[in-house]
């Protein structure tokens, strides 16, 4: 069983940035697909951003441009860079490993974009 561990939300004002963390319990990132999503209230789960086993990187819409995925190997974490908040970035943040039918998820951590 996989074990995925979030940090890094809280509270910023439009324009700020934040670096949300997930960290694995094991290493699964050369054949594990890495996602990020979040979900605001009363609004269905969205993905926003996936890394592969093999690196390549996906955005939705939404973040492209503003959001960056990435991850450390070594530290078994990836993360999640995001620049240019705005209050409609808040949401419950959350890390996902999926591999065909296998999919876990860490608890989520809040984000909270306001003035």
């Known amino acids: 069983q996989v074990q995925l561990v979030e940090s890094g939300g809280g509270l910023v004002q439009p324009g700020a940035s934040l670096r949300l963390s997930c960290a694995a319990s094991?290493?699964?990132?050369?054949?594990?697909?890495m996602n990020w999503y979040r979900q605001a209230p009363g609004k269905q789960r969205e993905l926003l951003a996936a890394?592969?086993?093999?690196?390549?990187?996906n955005y939705a819409d939404s973040v492209k441009g503003r959001f960056t995925i990435s991850r450390d190997k070594a530290k078994n974490t990836v993360y999640l860079q995001m620049n240019s908040l705005k209050p409609e970035d808040t949401a419950v943040y959350y890390c996902?490993?999926?591999?065909?039918?296998?999919?876990?998820w860490g608890q989520g951590t809040q984000v909270t974009v306001s003035s």
């Open positions: 996902n490993a999926n591999l065909l039918q296998y999919n876990y």
């Open positions: 094991e290493s699964i990132f050369t054949i594990y697909t």
């Open positions: 890394i592969t086993g093999g690196g390549s990187t």
